[in-house]
C-alpha cells in the first residue's frame, strides 16, 4: 500500500479543464463519457494512465483526460506507446486512434502493436469518414461512399477493423457502440483487464459528414435484430425475441441464422460463444449485415505473453549472466595494449 | 623462425590492399590482420570497401570486396591513398585495383584463379600475367588456391569449404611479410569456429601453411621480409576501435552519465546496423534495444521512451532520416530529447548505401516543416564518435531536443587505435526529473538552458498533455495565439543556439589561427585532410586545418577566427553543404572543394587543391 491510501475517484477525477471541442452530437462525446466514467470504477489512477493519440478527431482525445497524454502525428501512436511501454511497463497506456489514422496511415505500426502483443488498450473510433479535412472516403468507408475526393463515389473495397486485428495476431478482440454506454463500459473494462494488446473497435457517428453510417445497426428499432452481444459460455443469440442464433452450416463452411422453435431447433442447436476459440472469431468478425446481425462485444481473448515483459525478462536475464555492469571492462574487454611513457 | 628483425628490410610505414571476391573473406582477414597490427604496436587506419550485394555472382568486377590498412612506425591519419601492397585473389580484384598502384608496387597474385572464365568475366580480353600488363610491378605469383587446398588436405573438406580457408593462407604469407604474431589469430579461431573444430583447424592450417611458405621459398629479386617499427603513441591502455563500435559505447557511456537507462528503436539499414547489433549485446547495461516495424516506428518509439522518462536513442543513415523527418518535428515541438546517429551514406535515395559521403549535412540542420532548428555534431574519427555521442547525449537532455550525431560509412567501418579512457574521468550530467507541484506547467522552463521541465508519467499531481500542435508558453495549453506562435517559435531557436555556451570553442588542428589559407572540415574527412595540411606546412606552405564536431550551434569563436585567414577552403564528400553555411553564417569567401565518388578524399588530392589555392593566391 503507498504511503498515503488513495482516496476513491470519480469521473471528475478523470476529466481535463479543457473544453472539449468536437461538433455537437459527435459519437466521440458518448465515447469520452463511457471511459471517464469507466475508469474510477476499475482503479485506474490518473498519474498511472496515459493516453497516446495520433491525429483526427479521435486524437483529440488525450486532452479531454486528466492524465498523461500525448497527441503525436497521424497514425504512429502505437509506435510512440510502445516505447512508452518498454520504457515503463507499469503505465496504464490507452491508445486513441480512428479508420483514417488506425487503418489508413498508420496501418503498418496498428499491425505491429498487435501481433507484439503490447500491453496496451487501443480504442479505434470507426466513423468510415474523414472528419477532421472534411469528408472524404476512408479506408472503412463502403464502396460508393461519395465525398469531395470522390464525387461519383469511391470504388475501392473497405477493410473492416475486427478480421484486421484478428489477422494480425491481436489476441483481444471486442466492438462496441459509442451510444449504447454499458456495454461499451464492459467491454472498456475487459480491455483494460486484459495483460496484452487489446483491440477495441467502437462504432461512432459522425453528424456531420457521415451521419447515419451505421443507422442500419444501431437504429433503435432494428437494433435487436441487427446487433449481436456475444457473451462466453452463452449461445450466439440474437433478435427482438431473443429466438434467433446462429449455427455451423450442415451444408457447407459457415455460419447460419436459425430460428429456435422452427423446424425443431431448440437453444442447444445455436453455437456457444468461446471467446478463447480463433476460428469463431474470425467467423464472427466477418458478419455483415444486411445478411447477418453485425457481433459486438469480447469476440476474442486468448492472452499470451506480453511484448514488453518478455523484453525486459531479457535485460534481466542478460544481468543474471553478466553481472553488475562494469562499463571500464567493456571497453578493455578484447585485445588491448599498453604503450608505455618513453623513459 | 621468423627472422631476426635485423635481417628484415626496415620501413617506416606500408598500406596493403587485400582483394577478391565478396565471398572470399576479405573483410575477415583484414580484421585480423588490423588486430596483430594493433598489437604489433603500428599506428594505423582501415578502409574497408565492399559491395552490397553480400555475394555478388563469383569473379565479377563488381563483386569485389577490399579491405585496405595503413600502418606506420608514426601517426597515422588515413588509410593511405596507394597500396604498396595489393593482395588479388582473381583477375576482377587484380582488375578493379590495379589503377591504383604506382608502378614498383608489390603485387601478390592467387594464380589458381586465373581461368579462361574468370579471366572473361574480369573483362580480361588475354591474360594479365602474360601479357606484360604487370611489367611495372613486383609481383608475386602463387597460386593460393592449390596451395590452400594441399593445406588442408587432412581434414577432409569438400573442395568448396577447403578453398574458403585461402583468404588465411594469404593472410599468413603476410604474417611473414610484415613479422606478425600468428598466436591472436589462432586464437581469435579457437574461439569463432569453437563448435566447428574440422573449419577451426583447417583455417589455422591455411594461416600456417601461408606463413611457412614465406619463410621456405624463394621469393623474386626485389622481394623481402619487412619490419615496421613500433610507432610514438601518447602513453596509454589502447585498443582498435571502429566507429560503430565507439558510437554504441559513446550511447551506453552518455545514458550513464545522465544516471537514465536507455530505449534504442532502430531499424536495419546500412551502414548502422551493427550498432544495434553492438547494443543489443549490452542490455545489462540499461539498455533496451527493440527493432522496429520500420523507421518511423523506431524513432517514435524513442520519443515514446524519452516521454515516459528514460533516454530515447534511434539509429539509421540517411534515407532512414528522411523517414523520420516528421517524428523528429513532433520531438522539437514536445521538446523531448532524443539522440538521432545518421551513419551517412552515399544517396540520395537508395544510392550506394555500403559507400561514404557527408551529404546528409543540410538534412539534418533543415530537413523539417517549420521552424524546426535541432544541435548537431559530427564525429572525426573512429574514437570520436565515442566522445561525441556522449556529447550529443548531453546536450540533447540539457536543452530537451532531439539531437543529431552524423557519422560516416567511413569512419563507422574503419578501425584505428583508440587510447581507452576510464569511465570516471567523464563529466557527469546528471538529469533531474520535475516532481514539484506548486505552479506545474509542462512547458516551465529553466531561465538560463530555457529547457522545459521533464515531468514523467507516473509522478502524482504533474498529469499534463503534449503534442504536435503549438503550445502556450505560459500554461502548455493548445494555443493559436499569432504572438505566442512567434515566442514559441523563437525560444525553440534560442534553447538551441544558447548551447554554444557549454561546447568548446573552434580549435585549429595543424598551423597557425590566421593566414592565408584555411581548411575547413567536418566529419570523417579529418584524417586525410589533417595529413594534407601537414605535408603542406612540411613544404613551408601558410595553411592551417580546421575541422569542425558542433555544426550546431556553431562554436562561439569560429565566425571570428575564420576571418583571420585570407582564403577558405572548405572539402567535402558532397556537393559543397557546409560551404553552404559558412557562407550565409559567416558572410566569408569560402570555397568548396567537393568529391561525391563515395570514396574518401585522397591525401594527394588535398594537397594538390591546397597547393594550388596557395599558388593561385601568390
Same mark, same amino acid.
Given at each position: ?334 585485445h ?8 | 623462425m621468423d627472422l631476426p628483425s635485423?635481417e628484415r628490410k626496415?620501413l617506416?610505414?606500408v598500406v596493403i590492399r587485400l582483394a577478391g571476391d565478396s565471398g572470399d573473406g576479405m573483410q575477415k582477414a583484414g580484421e585480423q590482420f588490423t588486430l596483430t597490427t594493433a598489437l604489433a604496436?603500428n599506428?594505423l587506419?582501415t578502409?574497408p ?6 555475394r555478388?555472382?563469383a569473379g565479377?568486377?563488381?563483386?569485389v570486396s577490399g579491405f585496405q590498412i595503413?600502418f ?11 597500396p604498396d601492397v595489393l593482395v588479388a585473389m582473381n583477375p576482377a580484384a587484380l582488375?578493379?585495383n ?7 608496387a608489390l603485387v601478390i597474385v592467387n594464380t589458381g584463379a586465373f581461368t579462361?572464365?574468370n ?10 600475367l602474360?601479357?606484360?600488363?604487370l611489367?611495372?610491378y613486383r609481383v608475386i605469383e602463387i597460386d593460393i588456391s592449390k596451395q590452400t587446398l594441399a593445406a588442408v588436405e587432412p581434414f577432409e573438406l569438400g573442395s568448396r569449404d577447403a578453398l574458403r580457408c585461402k583468404n588465411f593462407w594469404a593472410l599468413g604469407l603476410l604474417y611473414w611479410m610484415f613479422d606478425r604474431d600468428p598466436e591472436p589469430t589462432l586464437a581469435w579461431l579457437d574461439e569463432k569456429f569453437a563448435s566447428k573444430p574440422v573449419i577451426r583447424d583447417a583455417n589455422k592450417a591455411a594461416l600456417k601453411a601461408g606463413h611457412a611458405y614465406g619463410e621456405t621459398v624463394e621469393l623474386p629479386s626485389g622481394v623481402e621480409p619487412y619490419r615496421v ?6 602513453? =596509454?591502455?589502447?585498443?582498435?576501435? %571502429?566507429?560503430? @563500435?565507439?558510437? /554504441?559505447?559513446?550511447?551506453?557511456? &552518455? #545514458?550513464?552519465? !545522465? $544516471? ?25 547495461? =540499461?539498455?533496451?534495444?527493440?527493432? %522496429?516495424?520500420? @523507421?518511423?516506428? /523506431?524513432?517514435?518509439?524513442?520519443? &515514446? #521512451?524519452?516521454? !515516459? $522518462? ?309
Open positions: 500500500m503507498a504511503p498515503d491510501t488513495p482516496r476513491a475517484l470519480t469521473r471528475k477525477d478523470f476529466m481535463s479543464d479543457q473544453e472539449v471541442r468536437w461538433c455537437p452530437g459527435c459519437g466521440d462525446y458518448a465515447i469520452l463519457a463511457a471511459l471517464q466514467r469507466t475508469l474510477p470504477k476499475i482503479g485506474a489512477r490518473p498519474e498511472n494512465t496515459v493516453f497516446v493519440s495520433g491525429i483526427g478527431c479521435s486524437s483529440r482525445f488525450p486532452y479531454y483526460m486528466n492524465t498523461y497524454g500525448f497527441h503525436t502525428i497521424h497514425g504512429r501512436a502505437p509506435a510512440i506507446a510502445t516505447g512508452v511501454k518498454l520504457a515503463n511497463p507499469d503505465l496504464d497506456v490507452w491508445i486513441i486512434t480512428g479508420d483514417g489514422d488506425g487503418l489508413s496511415i498508420g496501418g503498418n505500426h496498428l499491425l505491429h502493436v498487435l501481433r507484439r502483443n503490447v500491453d496496451v488498450q487501443i480504442l479505434l473510433f470507426n466513423n468510415r469518414v474523414y472528419g477532421l479535412t472534411k469528408g472524404q472516403y476512408s479506408p472503412t468507408s463502403l464502396v460508393g461512399q461519395r465525398g469531395p475526393s470522390t464525387p461519383l463515389g469511391s470504388v475501392d473495397f473497405p477493410i473492416h477493423p475486427i478480421p484486421f486485428a484478428l489477422g494480425a495476431n491481436a489476441r483481444f478482440v471486442a466492438r462496441a457502440i459509442d451510444t449504447v454506454q454499458k456495454p461499451l463500459m464492459e467491454v472498456y473494462e475487459r480491455a483494460y483487464r486484459n495483460k496484452g494488446a487489446s483491440f477495441v473497435e467502437i462504432l461512432q457517428n459522425c453528424p456531420v459528414f457521415n451521419d447515419g453510417a451505421f443507422s442500419s445497426i444501431t437504429a433503435k428499432d432494428i437494433a435487436s435484430d441487427r446487433q449481436l452481444w456475444a457473451v462466453h459460455g452463452e449461445p450466439l443469440i440474437f433478435g427482438k425475441e431473443r429466438n434467433k442464433g446462429l449455427r455451423l452450416r450442415r451444408d457447407g463452411c459457415g455460419l447460419e441464422i436459425v430460428t429456435i422453435g422452427e423446424d425443431g431447433v431448440t437453444t442447444d442447436d445455436v453455437l456457444v460463444h468461446d471467446e478463447t476459440n480463433l476460428a469463431l472469431a474470425t467467423m464472427l468478425a466477418h458478419l455483415q449485415p444486411p445478411e447477418f446481425p453485425m457481433v459486438f462485444g469480447v469476440i476474442y481473448c486468448n492472452p499470451a505473453p506480453t511484448y514488453e515483459r518478455e523484453v525486459l525478462a531479457q535485460n534481466e536475464l542478460a544481468r543474471q549472466r553478466f553481472g553488475e555492469p562494469d562499463f571500464d571492462a567493456l571497453l578493455r574487454s578484447g588491448t595494449w599498453r604503450v608505455d611513457p618513453e623513459t | 635485423r626496415q617506416d610505414e604496436g599506428d587506419a578502409f570497401d565492399f559491395p552490397a550485394e553480400i555478388a555472382p565479377t568486377t563488381f563483386g595503413h606506420a612506425d608514426h601517426d597515422v591519419l588515413t588509410p593511405g591513398d596507394r582488375k578493379v590495379l589503377g591504383d598502384l604506382e608502378p614498383g579462361p572464365a579471366l572473361r568475366k574480369a573483362g580480361y580480353a588475354s591474360n594479365p602474360e601479357d606484360g600488363t611489367d611495372p617499427p613500433r610507432a610514438k603513441l601518447a602513453p =596509454g591502455l589502447y585498443r582498435n576501435v %571502429t566507429g560503430n @563500435e565507439a558510437t /554504441a559505447w559513446g550511447l551506453v557511456a &552518455g #545514458a550513464r552519465l !545522465a $544516471g537514465l537507462e536507455m530505449v534504442l528503436g532502430s531499424y536495419p539499414i546500412t551502414p548502422a546496423s551493427n550498432v544495434l547489433h553492438y547494443l543489443a549485446r549490452l542490455r545489462h547495461f =540499461g539498455v533496451t534495444t527493440f527493432q %522496429t516495424e520500420d @523507421e518511423i516506428a /523506431a524513432i517514435c518509439a524513442a520519443i &515514446g #521512451a524519452s516521454f !515516459a $522518462g528514460k533516454l530515447g536513442v534511434t539509429t539509421t543513415s540517411g534515407p532512414g532520416v528522411a523517414l523520420k523527418t516528421e517524428a523528429i518535428g513532433l520531438a522539437i515541438a514536445a521538446e523531448l530529447p532524443v539522440v538521432i546517429v545518421d551513419i551517412q551514406r552515399a544517396g540520395p535515395s537508395t544510392g550506394m548505401p555500403t559507400k561514404t559521403e557527408q551529404s546528409d549535412l543540410l538534412q539534418a540542420m533543415y530537413g523539417r516543416n517549420g521552424d524546426a532548428p535541432v544541435p548537431v555534431v559530427a564525429a572525426a574519427t573512429p574514437g570520436d564518435c565515442f566522445t561525441m555521442a556522449i556529447e550529443a547525449t548531453r546536450l540533447a537532455l540539457r536543452a530537451m531536443v532531439p539531437t543529431f550525431l552524423l557519422t560516416d560509412g567511413y569512419i563507422a567501418n574503419g578501425a584505428a587505435p583508440w587510447k581507452i579512457p576510464d569511465f570516471d574521468s567523464l563529466p557527469r550530467f546528471p538529469v533531474h526529473f520535475h516532481e514539484e507541484r506548486e505552479g506545474f506547467h509542462p512547458f516551465l522552463r529553466d531561465p538560463e538552458t530555457l529547457a522545459r521541465v521533464w515531468a514523467k508519467p507516473g509522478t502524482p499531481g504533474l498529469e499534463h498533455r503534449i503534442g504536435g500542435l503549438e503550445k502556450d508558453y505560459d500554461s502548455g495549453n493548445i494555443s493559436y495565439d499569432p504572438d505566442n506562435h512567434h515566442r514559441m517559435t523563437k525560444v525553440r531557436a534560442e534553447k538551441v543556439a544558447r548551447l554554444a555556451d557549454v561546447i568548446p570553442e573552434q580549435e585549429v588542428s595543424s598551423g597557425e589561427d590566421h593566414g592565408e589559407l584555411a581548411v575547413v572540415g567536418w566529419g570523417g574527412t579529418y584524417g586525410a585532410i589533417e595529413a594534407a595540411v601537414r605535408k603542406c606546412r612540411e613544404r613551408g606552405m601558410s595553411v592551417s586545418h580546421i575541422h569542425i564536431r558542433y555544426l550546431h550551434p556553431f562554436p562561439k569563436n569560429l565566425g571570428e577566427l575564420l576571418s583571420r585567414f585570407d582564403r577558405i577552403l572548405v572539402p567535402e564528400l558532397n556537393n559543397g553543404q557546409l560551404v553552404k553555411i559558412l557562407r550565409s553564417e559567416f558572410l566569408v569567401p569560402a570555397e568548396g572543394l567537393n568529391k561525391i565518388a563515395g570514396q574518401p578524399f585522397k591525401v594527394s588530392e588535398l594537397e594538390s587543391a591546397i597547393t594550388s589555392r596557395l599558388q593561385k593566391g601568390a
